[in-house]
């Protein structure tokens, strides 16, 4: 046996294949979304702190929030079908949910964005706290990219019918 056809066998005995072709089984996931996005705040906290008297606070902040981040990513790809695939192009309905999906998504991410927009100018003047640290506002653009990532497919989830329970299961 060659090495390619070593690596072949490799990949398909780790399940790659299935990601590359993007032959993954669509899955509604309900809550999980939430738990990831409750674990990138708690780590935006915990990564936000003084660094000095917190050191291992501040290693748990940055392992839960790029862990988030990284979490969105892969829900994004393993939870309902937002884009074609190999086998065939998305049907009216995966369309339909796409669609609406998208359009609430782009609703709440714009009204956040407008009331931290807002927040921040008014947080010096009330003493409140804010973002000073250039890393810190770095974190809070990956953390709005992770909800671009993470709320249509939280969405779409719950616009979903629930599965199907199978008689093999």
């Known amino acids: ?6 690596m072949d066998r490799a990949v398909y005995a780790t ?19 939430l738990l990831v996005i409750a674990a990138m705040a708690v780590g935006y906290v915990l990564l936000a702190q003084p660094i000095l008297p917190h050191v291992t606070h501040f290693m748990a902040g940055v392992g839960l929030f790029y862990g988030g981040y990284l979490g969105a990513f892969i829900f ?8 074609p695939s190999i086998d065939g192009p998305l049907d009216e309905r995966e369309l339909m949910v796409k669609a609406r999906a998208g359009a609430v998504s782009s609703i709440i991410l714009t009204v956040l964005a407008m ?3 807002f927040y921040m100018a ?6 409140a ?6 890393n810190h506002w770095v ?16 969405i779409a989830s719950w616009l979903q019918p629930p599965a199907v329970a199978d008689d093999e299961d």
């Open 76 to 83: 994004r790809i393993f939870g309902p079908r937002m884009v």
């Open 1 to 6: 046996m060659t090495l390619l056809e070593k």
């Open 15 to 33: 399940g790659i294949d299935r990601l590359v072709f993007m032959k993954v089984k669509p899955r509604t996931l309900r809550w999980s979304p």
């Open 139 to 154: 974190a809070l653009a990956f953390a709005f990219q992770a909800c671009f990532m993470l709320l249509p497919t939280l």
């Open 129 to 134: 706290w804010r973002p000073h640290d250039p």
């Open 115 to 117: 009331a931290g927009c």
């Open 122 to 127: 008014v947080a010096v003047p009330l003493g």
